[in-house]
């Protein structure tokens, strides 16, 4: 099992509310990513950086932020939540150029 | 643009049987090729991957893959299909244009059936 949390595991919260989707790597990790996924289907990327201070946009990111001040660290904020916000978020982390570790996952639900 | 395929949404094999699910690639280079796997409610766990050296590489669970340059194709095999093996299965790449993303197919759904 990778040493990757993400927290909540589960969050259902209003539209229009500001919410942080924590996640966290203890395998000393440079890359870190952000991913969108429904359930079963495709993944979209939100966000990624390359180290700390560096953070880059995905495909679908318009609607949210991240920042990365430690390397371990790599928190996804959505401003004002919607309900098309509804959706399961990954955080993935790598070292340099190999694999991806997954963390298991936040699903939110946004009414 | 450099794209990855899994031409297939569902695969359906006995248990017992060998399994292949098919991934195609589009990039410019050498491309490095991952499999990934998720079970429900799960995230991605990371299977095998080709990055150089021997085509055939070996997995975790008994699964290996075989990178073949002439078809840009990296099928994902097991010789004896197990029922825990269903679950949904990613192929990725790494963009090779130095931006260090990753680009994932759209997953194949493996029914391993009793």
């Known amino acids: 099992e990778a040493d990757i949390y993400q927290t909540p595991r589960y969050l259902v919260i209003g539209t229009g509310k500001k919410i942080t989707l924590e996640c966290s790597q203890t395998?000393?990790?440079?890359?870190m990513y952000w991913y969108q996924q429904d359930p079963g289907m495709e993944l979209h990327l939100i966000h990624y950086?390359?180290?700390?201070?560096?953070?880059e946009k995905g495909d679908l990111s318009s609607e949210s932020t991240v920042s990365r001040i430690r390397t371990e660290h790599f928190p996804l904020t959505l401003e004002s939540a919607r309900p098309s916000h509804t959706s399961q978020y990954l955080c993935?982390?790598?070292?340099?150029?190999?694999?991806?570790?997954f963390g298991p996952g936040t699903r939110l639900t946004v009414l | 643009a450099q794209s990855v395929a899994q031409p297939e949404d569902q695969v359906n094999v006995a248990e017992g049987n060998p399994l292949t699910v098919k991934c195609t690639y589009s990039v410019s280079g050498n491309p490095y090729l991952f499999w990934y796997v998720q079970y429900p409610n799960r995230g991605l766990q990371f299977l095998l991957k080709?990055?150089?050296?021997?085509?055939l590489v070996k997995g975790s669970y008994g699964f290996e893959a075989e990178f073949n340059k002439s078809q840009t194709s990296f099928h994902l095999k097991k010789p004896s299909a197990l029922v825990s093996d269903s679950a949904l299965y990613f192929c990725?790449?790494?963009?090779?244009?130095?931006?260090?993303?990753?680009?994932f197919g759209t997953g194949t759904r493996l029914k391993v059936l009793a």
């Open positions: 950086s390359y180290g700390v201070n560096s953070t």
């Open positions: 990725a790449v790494r963009d090779p244009s130095g931006t260090y993303k990753y680009i």
């Open positions: 993935a982390s790598a070292l340099g150029l190999n694999e991806q570790f």
């Open positions: 080709y990055i150089t050296g021997d085509n």
């Open positions: 395998m000393g990790h440079d890359k």
